[in-house]
């Protein structure tokens, strides 16, 4: 009928249900990248432990510090205020921060130093990692208090590839060292000579029964009978692997470096200086007390490390106990090798639909990278070339020892300021020799220092190869950690690497995806990963001795062709170098002519 007008009420409600979907999908949007905001306060407190009294820098007075709790691809905002004595950085360990070298925070390469009675506030863009993480200082070795766990759960809507636990239980492992530990380090460092060792082993903040004046701070931790727990493991030992079981207990490992991994049960597991693991416990055991330990794993010809770090696990319920818990017996001894590289064999990726593995199989750039001990002095034609002289003690990469600019590289880079670094790190050794022979050649142990980057470009696909040696008897496990990536480990062998055989060996199905791995004592170890993440990014051993004698390198990713894909523009209020030129600071020209703006 004319006039007259009909209403299609199917189409209506199709209109209100996708008008409800999409309202719905912007929720969850918003939901799923929330925004979360952290005070940091560094200062002192004064701590009594193996019976004497101590002042330590830690954040908010907490040791460890605090956690940060996120979900799947958050950012969070961390504003960090210095009131402590000397200039500190933060670094947010396995972060890929994509397309943000700006708050990645290792001192001299993306930034320089938060100075006392400043602050500088870190912006944290968490994308591709779930699991467990962390965060520490990244200058000097203020990192042994100044460190904490960040958990990462699975996006708002979605769940873990285990059946769901019935709680959780952060553990962080811990070193411990008595005096000024900076001021040491500095004046070892100067002299030339071996840095300090611990004087003990923590785990969350406490040595624990073995250690003296320290069982009535013990940690505890109560659990219900028949419940199972997710254990969050984070390494923050300075200069340690670390083996760690709980007594009478098996362990289920499910992911590595906030990356899931095919559950595998162990009864104890092996953990690098700044790797992470989630693992599952199911408290299934008689009612009673039971110690949680870790101890030193040493592959080093080094002084040995005393005390076995411990804690309780105390069943809940009315029951009898023994006077003293149950010690983890099953806990490998200091030297134990095979035990270390056993379970590091169990490693792999989950690999399945929901979390896939993309290992770049057409390589476009391929490295070969020796890890050694060397020597150090002015000039090579005057040194003294007897093995264990008084030649300054250093650590290479390709005979490299590497040397912190006055500026910052990143800051060099971004505003084009040459004389900061050079860009001619090398892709292999300039000599090849039989690297796992024990040897103090000075041919091969003499080496130089030099600021020398490695350039990529955007979207390489890049596979390097670690080779461990055994120059100046410094043959041992270094833990390689890579800022901005996870990379996949293909590979890893003992002897010197064979390219002709042992790339036949390498898994490229469902390789273990890190951004901390071992290279094995007198062996290799084989990466892959592709440079996607453009900006300026830190290479180096997570042994702090190691790292602060020069097995460290940097690269540089350039951008790519688009604005999503180059490097965000940096923060208003990076920290002040005080090495810049005068140019650099009251403005001028840089090489290109250009302009400088601050």
Known sequence: ?????????????????????????????????????????????????????QTILTVNGLF??????????????????????????????????????????????????????SNFTYQVIFSEEEGTLWWHAHSDWTRSTVHGAIVILPKEGTSFPFPEPDGEEVIVLGSWYTGDLNEEVNEDL??????????????????????????????????????????????????????????????????????????????????????????????????????????????????????NGSAIIEYTGDYNFSSFPIFPHQLPQVLDMKAAMRFTGFIRSLANEDYPVDVPKNITTRMFITVSMGELCENRTNCNITAGSDNILGST?????????????????????????????????????????????????????????????????VEIVFQGTGLLDGAGVHPMHMHGYSFYVIGMGQGNFDNETDPLTFNLVDPPKANTFIVPKYGWLAIRFVANNPGVWFWHCHFDRHLSWGMDTVFIVKNG??????????????????????????????????????
């Open 1 to 53: 009928m004319e006039g007259k007008r009909f209403i299609n009420y199917q189409q209506i409600i199709i209109v209100l249900i996708l008008g409800s979907a999409f309202l719905l999908f912007q929720f969850l949007s918003v939901r799923a990248s929330s925004v979360h905001y952290y005070d940091f306060v560094l200062k002192e407190i004064n701590v009594t432990k193996l019976c004497a009294n």
């Open 64 to 117: 460890p510090g605090p956690v940060i709790r996120v979900h799947k691809g958050d950012t969070v905002f961390v504003n960090v205020t210095n009131q402590g004595n000397y200039g500190v950085t933060i670094h947010w360990h396995g972060v890929k921060q994509p397309r943000n070298p700006w708050s990645d925070g290792p001192v001299f390469i993306t930034q320089c130093p938060i100075q006392p009675g």
């Open 190 to 307: 100067e002299e030339g000579v071996d840095i300090p060792h611990s004087s003990g082993f923590l785990i969350n903040g406490e040595l624990g029964d073995f250690a003296n004046c320290s069982s009535e701070t013990t940690y505890r931790w109560s659990v219900d009978y028949g419940k199972t727990y997710l254990l969050r493991i984070v390494n923050a030992v300075s200069d340690d692997e670390i083996f760690f079981a709980i007594a009478e207990h098996n362990l289920t490992v499910v992911g590595l470096d906030a990356a899931y991994v095919k559950p595998f049960v162990t009864s104890y597991i092996m953990i690098s200086p700044g790797q992470t693991m989630d693992v599952l416990l199911t408290a299934d055991r008689p009612l009673g007390h039971y110690y949680m330990a870790s101890r030193e794993f040493l592959t080093e010809n080094a002084t040995q490390d005393h005390n």
């Open 397 to 461: 990469l390709n005979n490299i020892s590497w040397l912190n600019p006055t500026v910052d590289v990143l800051q060099a880079y971004y505003r084009n300021i040459s004389g900061y670094y050079t860009t001619d790190f090398p892709d292999r050794p300039s000599v090849m020799y039989n690297f796992t022979e024990d040897s103090d050649d000075p041919d091969l142990v003499m080496t130089a220092q030099g600021t020398r980057v490695k350039v990529l470009n955007y979207n390489e696909s």
């Open 561 to 598: 062709d688009t604005e999503e894909t180059s490097m965000l523009p940096p923060p208003s209020n990076m920290p002040i170098c005080t090495g810049y030129p005068e140019i650099f600071l009251t403005g001028g020209k840089n090489d290109d002519g250009d302009q400088i703006y601050l």
